[in-house]
């Protein structure tokens, strides 16, 4: 029997995970993690609502699908979550579920709690944190560390198998690592940092103390160290027994947030498409495939991490849905054949209010609803998107507008196939 270890955390971007870079960041249980995992390094959030987000991963479906059919849409009456029957009958939760597995969700997220149950999650446990209003003495204390702490009692207590799911609001709860752990990330001449519990939210200009900025940095970098121990302890569980060993073993950060990129620090109202919030930590330890790390380039979105997770669980002969948008990035990596995503199929499509947002491999497009504004970055180049040179290749940014129009009309259809595949220039590095 296979069973599945997902964590899921807000707002930990890849810039604070050691594994994918970062030169601040203390996160030796995510590196040691990395180093025994594919990794995903072109993940990417398909909408920048959390609720939104879950859906994708539990129902495989883009979020342009659920936008573009009100049937399927989640809505909110009377401060009930309610989910169409539809949407909900092809759920992660009850697909596991009518396998004979079991299915347990801990998350210390009402909201998530809430659409757990609503798309047919048979275990819902949730963990009531009190928010604390000032900095803890003892990093155990943290409210991000609670629900790890409670997820262990809870497995050393229940015979646990077939898909365990923690979701935890990550950088989304306060800020509340002891200051003499923050104090640990500043260098010899920097000031202490910010002893606020309240995460910032800040639009940088030329008024703005640099330190401010790097001190927040040194925080956040602080809270993701506890997130990291408390994410250790938890794995270290499944790592004490051969029965264990059947267990995958999946990360995935669901964005982050601004710490000064793109002149933001803290995660802005209305939320802006920009790399460092939409791009994803997810890392997949499958058991007995892998003896060193492997980072992925290719372009996926949150419905094909939950149709890999969904694949791994049951047989594919098993495993129908009333949407096939989401595929399974873990088949194109098999111990007998490493293939790479067709090209049709690397394209990652985000919207919000005020603009569109489209990857392919070798660009990215940022551009107002009313196509007066348009961004354009080398990839994967320029990495935090910092060089716009819409001006100077005008022919891709109407070629990417155009495939944005393709990819809204083949989720009308639900056939991901439908989309037309991607031109050599649009894919090679190389230019």
Request: aromatic share 6%; glycine share 6%.
């Amino acid at each position: 029997m296979k069973n599945a270890l997902v964590i899921s955390v807000e707002g930990v971007g890849q810039n604070l995970i050691g594994g994918y870079g970062s030169n601040t960041a203390i996160t030796p249980n995510l590196d040691q993690m990395i180093a025994r995992s594919f990794v995903f390094d072109n993940c990417y959030l398909d909408s920048v609502s959390t609720h939104e987000q879950l859906i994708s991963l539990w129902t495989s479906t883009h979020a342009f699908q659920r936008g573009n059919h009100p049937q399927l849409q989640a809505i909110t009456q009377n401060g009930d979550m309610h989910v169409h029957d539809e949407l909900g009958s092809a759920s992660l939760w009850k697909r596991v579920a009518s396998q004979g597995l079991q299915a347990t969700f801990l998350t210390d997220s009402p909201v998530a709690a809430r659409l757990a149950e609503s798309l047919g999650c048979p275990e819902v446990l949730l963990i009531d944190v009190v928010e604390n209003c000032e900095a803890v003495t003892d990093s155990t204390e943290c409210n991000a560390a609670e629900l790890f702490w409670a997820a262990g009692q809870w497995m050393n207590s229940s015979s646990r198998q077939g898909l365990v799911w923690i979701h935890s609001r990550g950088l989304n709860l306060p800020w509340d690592a002891p200051l003499e752990l923050r104090s640990q990330f500043i260098d010899p001449e920097d000031p202490e940092p910010p002893s606020d519990v309240s995460p910032p939210v800040l639009r940088i200009d030329k008024s703005t103390d640099p330190d401010l900025v790097v001190g927040w940095g040194q925080v956040a970098a602080a809270q993701v160290c506890i997130l990291d121990e408390a994410i250790g302890s938890l794995l270290q569980l499944f790592s004490n027994s051969p029965a264990d060993q059947s267990w995958l073993q999946t990360v995935l950060c669901l964005g982050g947030v601004p710490l000064g990129e793109s002149g933001k620090l803290g995660r802005q109202v209305p939320v802006p498409l920009r790399q460092e919030q939409l791009n994803c930590a997810w890392m997949v330890n499958v058991p007995g495939v892998l003896e060193l790390g492997r980072h992925r380039a290719e372009i996926c979105q949150l419905p094909d991490v939950g149709e890999s997770i969904a694949n791994y669980l049951i047989h594919p002969a098993e495993n129908s849905g009333s949407s096939n948008w989401g595929r399974d990035v873990l088949e194109f990596e098999t111990p007998e054949n490493s293939k790479h995503w067709p090209p049709h199929l690397q394209l990652a499509v985000t919207e919000s209010e005020a603009e569109d947002w489209v990857r392919c491999p070798a660009w990215s497009l940022l551009r107002s609803k009313d196509g007066l504004n348009s961004e354009l970055f080398v990839k994967p180049d320029d990495r935090w998107e910092v060089s716009n040179i819409a001006s100077r290749r005008p022919d891709i940014v109407d070629r990417l507008w155009c495939l944005l129009e393709e990819f809204r009309k083949a989720t009308l259809t639900h056939q991901r196939g439908n989309l037309l595949e991607l031109e050599e220039d649009l894919c090679s590095w190389m230019r």
